[in-house]
């Protein structure tokens, strides 16, 4: 996996994101992870239909001002005042796009991601449960907006790779469907924009915005995805 991947929009990369591998280093250890589920998000600059639910929907500010940075760096945001979430920043320079990574399986380090996500929740955490959902991912990495947004995905603290012949199993059929908790139309048909391995038990469950269109379809599996060749799912398994 090279920098030049991330020169496509959101759209184009978010699904050949799945099943890579992501490290972030930190002096206490490391934390892997296996990417199963993503999100892509168009904002300024980028061509397609106007995408509501993208915090770059409208203009440049300072929370959103990574998502226009290089491609292949990292955009971190504090959602709902409770949790950090990792977004890949893609497309040229200047032009907003970007693909929130919402859940993975961790592969290496899991104490540590057991400590960090523990000491938050105070309970002892399921091995499925460590990464799923973009503020459990998050925490799991130890990735927070002060440390990380704006950081280059390919050189340390970050690591970002395909798994090589002694890592890779055998691949769950991609799906697609609506983005998770998207209001509107956003959150609808019209932007099938979530990806994710299906079956696999790390990949959060669906839930609809508000006021978005229900969607109901029968799952159909592909391997490669692209804009103009996309099939759909409403939820994942």
Same mark, same amino acid.
């Given at each position: ?100 990574? !919402?859940? %993975? ?5 899991? $104490?540590? *991601?057991?400590?960090? /996500?523990?000491?938050?929740? +105070?309970? @002892? ?53 609506? !983005?998770? %908790? ?5 959150? $609808?048909? *019209?932007?099938?924009? /979530?990806?994710?391995?299906? +079956?696999? @038990? ?36």
């Amino acid at each position: 996996m090279t920098r030049e991947l991330f020169l496509s929009p959101a759209l184009e990369v978010a699904p050949r994101l799945l099943e890579a591998l992501l490290t972030v280093a930190a002096p206490e250890g490391d934390v892997t992870i296996r990417i199963t589920e993503v999100e892509a998000y168009h904002g300024v600059g980028t061509d397609g239909p106007y995408d509501a639910g993208s915090h770059a929907k409208d203009r440049r500010t300072e929370r959103n001002a990574s998502m226009f940075g290089p491609p292949g760096h990292a955009y971190v945001y504090f959602s709902y005042g409770m949790h950090f979430a990792l977004n890949m920043v893609c497309s040229p320079e200047g032009a907003a796009s970007g693909v929130l990574i !919402r859940a %993975g399986e961790v592969v290496s380090g899991a $104490g540590l *991601a057991h400590e960090r /996500r523990s000491a938050k929740r +105070g309970a @002892p955490i399921d091995a499925r449960m460590l990464a799923r959902g973009p503020g459990n991912l998050a925490a799991a990495l130890g990735v927070r907006r002060d440390t990380h947004d704006g950081r280059d995905l390919f050189a340390p603290p970050f690591a970002l790779r395909l798994p090589d012949e002694t890592e890779r199993r055998p691949r769950g059929d991609v799906m697609n469907g609506p !983005r998770v %908790g998207v209001a509107g139309e956003a959150g $609808g048909p *019209a932007f099938p924009w /979530r990806f994710w391995i299906a +079956g696999d @038990p790390t990949v959060s469950a669906f839930r609809p915005g508000r006021g978005a269109q229900p969607f109901i379809a029968e799952r159909h599996p592909a391997s490669r995805l692209s804009p103009s060749s996309r099939r759909r799912d409403a939820s994942s398994p």
